[in-house]
């Protein structure tokens, strides 16, 4: 079975940085896109980011130029570096894979983590 664990969320001042990382297991790694999400409280889920197998990135534009999605395949680890954080991001993070061929961009996903919090203090 496919298990994502997210790691490194925590407390942070505005202006400060956080990098959080997603370990995988139960897939082929490297031939699957992986996905950010975020959800506030009383919001619904938005996207952050994804990564392609090949390396291709696509950044939601509320994030572009602040965060930077990377990937590790030889520790089946995707990364999250969050720069300039501002309190409009606080939410729990979420770590996606799976995603579902023919859906619209940025496309739907089948597995998910138990998410990870990040709250940024003014």
């Known amino acids: 079975q496919v298990q994502l664990v997210e790691s490194g969320g925590g407390l942070v001042q505005a202006g400060g940085s956080l990098r959080l990382s997603c370990a995988a297991s139960g897939l082929t790694f490297s031939a699957y896109t992986m996905g950010w999400f975020r959800q506030a409280p009383g919001e619904e889920r938005e996207f952050v980011v994804q990564?392609?197998?090949?390396?291709?990135?696509y950044y939601a534009d509320s994030v572009k130029g602040r965060f930077t999605i990377s990937r590790d395949n030889a520790k089946n680890t995707v990364y999250l570096q969050m720069n300039s954080l501002e309190p409009e991001d606080t939410a729990v993070y979420y770590c996606?894979?799976?995603?579902?061929?023919?859906?619209?961009?940025?496309?739907?996903?089948?597995?998910w983590g138990q998410g990870t919090q990040v709250t940024v203090s003014s």
């Open positions: 996606a894979t799976g995603l579902v061929p023919g859906t619209r961009p940025p496309g739907e996903y089948k597995y």
């Open positions: 990564i392609r197998g090949i390396g291709t990135t």
